[in-house]
């Protein structure tokens, strides 16, 4: 019995998505809950799983497709894969590997008798919602070898990367656009002349060799990077095999990557260094690199334009006096680790002193929609976590009937998972509220943005020692900036400043958040 592989809902916000990855192929064998394919939106990666054993039977939306909610993108046989059946499998297979093998002699044989007919390289299809697109990387230049089905160039549009392959084993006789050029649908990119790298015993070889080792190299970029790397690779301008892998098997991570631009930019600077004390009067070079923005970098940019132009924003500030806190957690962070098995943070004071304030202030908990206020009844807070591709806001939800080490636990595993890119959809969703912290960074005072369609954030700052006033005698305290940004369409000056000191006054007196007063 065949079963359909169909896409997950999506949100409501997200009206389609993209096949970013196809991990299997038609003919493999799956395990349940083995991961078949990457979806991307403009929030999240999806990863879609074997609802059983079985074989791929079929695929039907390629990568770089859009797709919808419940769309089918694909087949699994269903009982293909089992033990049982391994006999006949192995025959199956032997003739799916003969068949193979003569449709690729085939495919020589027509390759061959074809030889030197140029094949034009054209822009596939773009989304109904696109009207162009960006040729981001060539991946091969003018003259070079390149075998059928391989990575010719990257195409970018707004909501996914497109990969243009080669059409059929020969040479790419000329690129027509080069990168940063805008094309369109069918736009002939470049030309590949089949079956020129077979001219020629010599050639024979030589292409076969370059052919063989381009094909080992694409096949094993796939399996050496992940998408998330090969992302970050892309906006560096490398390739897997120029950063020295350090993970299991040799995978590259982020690390990696992250390691390698670090060491070229010293080199850089230090060659610069060295070039500015031989020639001090030289102005030297003065390069420049363009990288395209990132599918969530354009969506960032579209939401923080959004809340400037739409809301009536506005921040009020006030500090706070972090003793008791800091003197709270280090008589009992030793137990509250032992007893929950999580460390006691800043964070979990931070997220009950605000659900407390937001019970006080139903204006700060509601959001605008036309011309209704609505009102919410429940306190879903939005932590903000920095990730590798961007700033995200996943939700901690009914932080109302959660301990503070229900909240730090709750905030480590948002904060992992969006550190791996593991986030789902529904962690995503939603949220009333938001928690910022630039003070991880080092930010002294800031004035953060609405996130919409919330109509508050809250943003906490590094602490930091100054002289204070106390009973007429001046004390060193630990001192921490607050900034309320507000909508002022909904929330009044009177309920924005009222909030912010209830928050000031529970944290300063943590005893209270334990005696709900």
Not at 12 to 40: C, F, M, Y
Not at 452 to 472: C, F, N, Y
């Amino acid at each position: 019995m065949a079963i359909d592989i169909k896409v997950p809902q999506l949100p409501e916000s997200v009206a389609d998505a993209t096949i970013a990855t196809w991990h299997v192929k038609p003919g493999d064998k799956v395990s349940r809950d083995q991961n078949l394919v990457d979806i991307e939106t403009d929030k999240v990666v999806l990863e879609v799983v074997a609802e059983a054993d079985g074989v791929i039977g079929e695929i039907i939306a390629d990568e770089g497709t859009t797709v919808t909610a419940e769309e089918v993108i694909g087949k699994i046989e269903e009982g293909a894969g089992d033990d049982s059946n391994d006999e006949s499998d192995s025959k199956d297979s032997a003739k799916e590997d003969k068949n193979e093998e003569s449709s690729s002699k085939d495919d020589n044989a027509s390759e061959k008798s074809g030889s030197g007919e140029k094949i034009e390289v054209k822009v596939p299809q773009l989304p109904e919602s696109v009207s162009d697109a960006t040729i981001a990387t060539w991946h091969v230049k003018a003259g070079d070898a390149v075998k059928r089905d391989q990575n010719l160039v990257d195409i970018e549009t707004d909501k996914v990367v497109l990969e243009v392959v080669a059409p059929a084993d020969g040479v790419l006789a000329e690129i027509t656009q080069d990168e940063g050029a805008t094309v369109g649908a069918d736009d002939v990119i470049g030309t590949v002349e089949a079956g020129a790298a077979a001219s020629g015993s010599a050639d024979k070889s030589s292409a076969k060799s370059e052919d063989t080792s381009t094909e080992q190299k694409d096949e094993g970029d796939s399996e050496v990077a992940g998408p998330a790397v090969r992302r970050l690779l892309g906006e560096h301008g490398l390739k897997p095999s120029d950063v020295k892998g350090t993970g299991k098997g040799g995978r590259v991570t982020k690390e990696d990557v992250e390691k390698h631009v670090k060491g070229q930019q010293s080199k850089s600077s230090s060659s610069s260094n060295q070039s500015a004390s031989q020639q001090p009067q030289a102005a030297g070079d003065r390069d420049q690199k363009r990288v395209p923005m990132t599918r969530l970098r354009k969506r960032i940019a579209e939401r923080l334009l959004q809340a400037k132009n739409d809301t009536a924003m506005l921040t009020t500030f006030n500090e706070i006096n972090m003793k008791p806190i800091m003197d709270l957690r280090k008589k009992y962070k030793d137990v509250f680790e032992e007893t929950h098995g999580t460390r006691l943070g800043f964070m979990g004071f931070y997220v009950k002193a605000v659900t407390e304030a937001l019970k006080r202030f139903p204006d700060v908990n509601a959001s605008i929609d036309g011309d209704d206020i609505v009102y919410h009844n429940f306190f879903d807070v939005s932590i903000a976590v920095s990730t590798p591709r961007g700033l995200v806001t996943p939700v901690l939800r009914d932080t109302d009937k959660m301990s503070i080490a229900d909240m730090e636990n709750g905030i480590r595993d948002l904060a992992i998972k969006g550190r791996d890119g593991k986030l789902t959809l529904e962690e995503m969703q939603g949220g009333n509220f938001t928690i910022t912290n630039g003070g991880v960074f080092g930010s002294l005072l800031s004035t953060p943005i609405l996130n919409p369609p919330q109509s508050a954030i809250l943003g906490m700052h590094k602490i930091q020692e100054r002289p204070m006033v106390v009973d007429g005698k001046i004390e060193i305290l630990p001192m921490m900036y607050l900034a309320l940004s507000y909508d002022h369409r909904i929330i009044d000056g009177k309920q924005s400043v009222g909030f912010l000191v209830t928050v000031k006054e529970l944290l300063e007196d943590p005893q209270r958040l334990i005696l709900d007063i």
